[in-house]
Each structure stands twice: as structure tokens, then as C-alpha cells.
């Protein structure tokens, strides 16, 4: 198993191991703290113009498909448990086993996206687009073009970290085979860890409030 | 819990860090699971407003589960529990603030859906006549006035079914210097019916739009372009549903602005869908001037005048044909009617539209319109 191993010494600014731990947790709790405050900002106004227009929110949000969203959630879901279970790994020194749970949220997160296409291709030829690309016939509500414009900049933007997730996941896998990480050492998984369940946080509001509205 | 950092070795999991064991992950992510598929099925049944706060509540169980158990803030340093719930705080506030801004400013100024229109001035004006079934020299008059603007290009200036449109109408206006072919009678009552109506699969369109006591008095006025009409019985004012030893015009009948029940219609054809309008909309009088100004010169001064003080005659052409109205001054319509008529429009071609407008541009022209009138 444990091959090769990489001995990680703390910076020589830190007193420990344990303190140079901490300091990066804190500094990953304050990057989610804007984490939270840039998708607030759209939370904000979905929920103003939701307040504004509530029946075109009503009308609108019937065209997304729940069934897809359900799903989404369920991979979203179940690769925050394989990634916490990546991180006991890490913590226990498993190695192999770390990289399999990591492995297993990669594909996890590449099924999400592979299903937000499908999503997205479908919106794009039924015309319910953002604003002024919005040509679908449908959908009568003069309104209606706002709610793509939110549902595409908030799962958009989620998207987006999704991507990079798989990219920082990708990247602790190929570190950890290498043999990086220790239970003495297993910061990058922990904080990675963190910021995919922050993903998955963020998709937990935004399933019932795009999809679900009632 | 301890949350000392240099001796962090009794956390549960024995060594340095707590480690979440791979059966509470599992129950913790199954937990999720559930909790998602309750969040579907309850979007299913009919809660009303509860089903968006449930959907929330759920969906805030399962974020602290996240939070708590797989990111682990439930043995964190309190510090890093701090920052992060300091976050939410400010989301919160945000939120607050926005909303309390957004949705409760404007019940200053905003009517609530439901509450009746005041009539238009100039146009209507407050009741005039009582029991406007009586004839009386002014009803006639009143009567002549509205007949010349509403129903001329059917039945002609001279009533004689004549106007300049009822050559393309079959069956022809009726023509009121004869008794013959009444199909609803030529009683004050049926004409009255006629009028609220219409007569379905002719030209002649329902008048419900003009207020009762005009209806009547332009009923007035038909039936005197011929020998006397026949009585009304009390079973004709029954049919009708005015109970003729009252004041009012209309029985029970309140007036409704052409605006208004025009839109209503629409709304029903889907054209147009007309929702309680709560944006948010600050008043301060007088304070803008530029913009107001120049959009009240360019776009609105044609048909209501310099001084918004209207008299204008504008022709209507998509309603019936060529109908013309007199503008009525607008310096003192209220915000709310004030923006829905411009957003919207009326009906036919009697003002356009300006949906394009954003709330500050039809703000500035409100307060611009309210320094006109003085």
C-alpha cells in the first residue's frame, strides 16, 4: 500500500503542525464565508423578484425537469458522503482507499455536470434563455425571460465550482497516490473536503427553490 | 468539546483530529437521502404558503447536517464556527433589509388589489344623477353628449343606424327613428340591458365599460328620437336587477373605469396578465425634474396637454371604431393608477404603452406630472 511517502514539514513561520492545520482551516472557513456572501448576493435577488412576481415564478419553474434535479441532488448527496469518507480514509492513512473514495467523487461530480448538459441543451432549444435570448412561445408571462436569467446565473455559477471541485479533487488524488499524505498530514484533503461539501450546500437550497417552487 | 489547539488529542476519534467514522457518514448521508426525497413529495402536495417554508426548513436541516457533521463544525474551533455563522448573519441582514424595503415601502403608496377604481374624472365624474331612470333635461342632455362620442359611428349622428361604420355591419345598426326589428325591445330597461350586453354576433358590443348612470342616460336619449317608448313594468327592472326605489344609478351596480374592466378582459384573453403590482415605489414630490420632464414633453404632452391639464380629444380607434375621447387633466391621479395606466396602456389605440419605462423613469414623470397641476 504505502509505498513511497512524502514527509511534509510544517513552514517555519508556524510553531506546528497542528498550528499550520488550523491556520489553513481558518483561512478555508473564511473563503467559504465569501463563498456564501457571493451566492447570498443571488440568493438576494431570486428572492426579490420571486417576492415580485410570484406567478411567473410559478409558471416558470414548470418547465424545469424535478426528476433531473432530484437526481443531480442524489449524486451531489451521495459524493459529500464519499468525499467525508475520503477524508476518514486520509485521516486513517488508507491510501488506496482515500483515492478510491476520491475517485468515486470525481465521477460523481461528472455525472452532475454530464446531467446539468443535458438540462442546459434542453433549455437552449426550447428557447428559455436568459433575458433577451429568451424565444420560447410557451411561456407567456412577459416576465418569464428573468427566471432563466436566475436559474442560469445560479446554477451557472454552482456549475462553475462544481468544475473546479473535480479539478482540486482530481489534484488530491494525484497527491495522495504519491504519498503526500499521512495521518499527520492530510490538510489538503480536509480543505477540499470542505469546499465540495460548501458545493453541495449551496445545491441543497438552490434544488427546491429553482425546482420546486409552489 | 475542548478547543485547544495545541493538545487536541481528546477528540473522539483518539488521535490528533476527530475522525467521523464511516458508519455516521453513512447515516448522515442517507439522512440527506431522505430528507431530499421528503423535500420532492412535499412540493407535491398542496400546502400553500407552507410548502416554500418547509421546503427552506428541510432544506436548512440538511445544510447543517453538511455543515456540523461532514465539514465538522460541530468539534471546530468556536472561532471558525464564529466566522462562519457570521456570514449567514450578514445574509440575513442583507436579506431583512432588502426585502423589508422592497415589499412594505410601497403599501404606502399602493392600492391593494380589489379595492375599486375611482371613476375617471372628465370622463365620469362622481354620480350625477339619481334614479337616473327618471328623465330629466339633464340626463338628456348628458345622454346626447355620450351618444355623439360613443355610438355616432354605428347608428349616425342622426340615430338613424347610418354612421359611417354600419354599412360594413350585418345585421345594420339599428336605426331609432323606428319601432321595428328591437330584439331586446325598445323599453329605457332593455336598452339599458342592451347596452350592459350587447347584442352577441352583431357589431353592437357590451357598453358595461360606460358607468351605469351613462348608460342610462344615453338610453334616454335613443328612445327620444321617436315616439314614446313603452313602460317599464317593475318585473322589467327586476330582469335587470335594479331595484328602482333606491338613489343609486345602477342598482347595485358600482362604475367601473373603462381601465380597468378593459384590462380585466385581457387579462382573461391572456394577452396581457394583471398581477398586484407591489414594486417598490419611493414618492418624493417635486424632486426630479430633467427626466420627468422630458419624457412628459416628448411622449405624453401631445394627448394631455403642456399643463397636463387635458381636454384633448384623442381618437380610439381599436374599440369601437373611431370613438373619441376627451382626455381628462392627470395631475391628480394616484402613484398606483398612475403607473399601471402607463406601464399598460388602454385598451385600443387610445394610449400606447410603456412598458419600457424602469420604476425610477415612471417615478420622475409621476412627481413631474404632480408639479404640473399647481
Partial sequence: MSQATVTHHHAHHFASADDEFEAAKQGMWVFLVTEVLMFGGLFVAYGTFRGMYPEMFHEAHKMLSVPMGALNTVFLITSSLTMAMAVTSAQKGLRSRTTGFLAATFLLAGCFLVVKYFEYMHKIHDGLLPAGFFTNHELTNPKAPLFFSLYFVMTGLHGVHVLIGMGLIAWIMIKNQKGYFSPAFYTPVELVGFYWHFVDLVWIYLFPLLYLVS | ?374
Fill in chain 2, 1 to 374: 468539546m475542548s478547543h485547544d489547539k495545541h493538545h487536541g488529542n481528546d477528540h473522539k476519534g483518539g488521535g490528533h483530529h476527530f475522525i467521523l467514522s464511516y458508519k455516521s457518514a453513512t447515516l448522515v448521508g442517507l439522512t440527506l437521502l431522505v430528507l431530499t426525497a421528503v423535500t420532492v413529495g412535499i412540493a407535491g402536495i398542496d400546502l400553500g404558503r407552507f410548502n416554500f417554508f418547509v421546503a427552506m426548513v428541510v432544506a436548512t436541516i440538511k445544510a447543517l447536517l453538511v455543515a456540523l457533521i461532514f465539514m465538522n463544525l460541530r468539534n471546530d474551533k468556536l472561532e471558525n464556527g464564529i466566522i462562519f455563522g457570521a456570514s449567514f448573519m450578514f445574509l440575513a441582514i442583507f436579506f431583512v433589509l432588502t426585502f423589508a424595503d422592497l415589499f412594505f415601502r410601497g403599501d404606502v403608496y399602493w392600492k391593494e388589489k380589489g379595492q375599486p377604481f375611482p371613476p375617471i374624472a372628465g370622463v365620469v365624474g362622481k354620480p350625477k344623477f339619481k334614479k337616473a331612470w327618471n328623465q330629466t333635461p339633464e340626463i338628456l342632455a348628458h345622454g346626447k353628449q355620450l351618444y355623439a362620442v360613443q355610438c355616432v359611428s354605428c347608428h349616425g349622428a342622426d340615430g338613424k343606424g347610418d354612421g359611417p361604420a354600419a354599412a360594413a355591419l350585418i345585421p345594420h345598426p339599428r336605426n331609432f327613428h323606428s319601432n321595428e326589428g328591437w330584439k331586446n325591445g325598445r323599453k329605457l330597461t332593455m336598452v339599458f340591458k342592451t347596452l350592459k350586453e350587447g347584442i352577441p354576433g352583431s357589431g353592437m358590443a357590451s357598453f358595461a365599460t360606460l358607468p351605469a348612470e351613462d348608460r342610462w342616460a344615453v338610453a334616454h336619449y335613443v328612445l327620444s328620437l321617436n315616439g314614446p317608448a313603452e313602460k317599464d313594468s317593475a318585473a322589467d327592472f327586476a330582469k335587470i336587477g335594479v331595484d328602482p326605489n333606491k338613489e343609486d344609478a345602477g342598482g347595485s351596480e358600482k362604475p367601473t373605469i373603462p381601465v380597468a374592466v378593459a384590462m380585466e378582459r385581457m387579462a382573461e384573453k391572456d394577452t396581457i396578465r394583471v398581477t398586484t403590482i407591489r414594486r417598490p415605489y419611493l414618492m418624493k414630490e417635486g424632486t426630479a425634474e430633467g427626466v420627468g420632464a422630458q419624457i412628459y414633453r416628448t411622449q405624453c404632452a401631445s394627448c394631455h396637454g403642456e399643463r397636463a391639464q387635458g381636454g384633448v380629444e384623442v381618437k380610439n380607434l381599436g374599440g369601437f371604431p373611431n370613438t373619441i375621447v376627451k382626455t381628462s387633466p392627470i395631475g391628480n391621479v394616484d402613484s398606483g393608477r398612475f403607473q399601471e395606466v402607463v406601464l399598460k396602456g388602454l385598451p385600443g389605440d387610445l394610449m400606447p404603452g410603456h412598458g419600457e419605462f424602469s420604476v425610477s423613469e415612471i417615478r420622475e414623470l409621476y412627481n413631474h406630472v404632480r408639479t404640473l397641476k399647481q
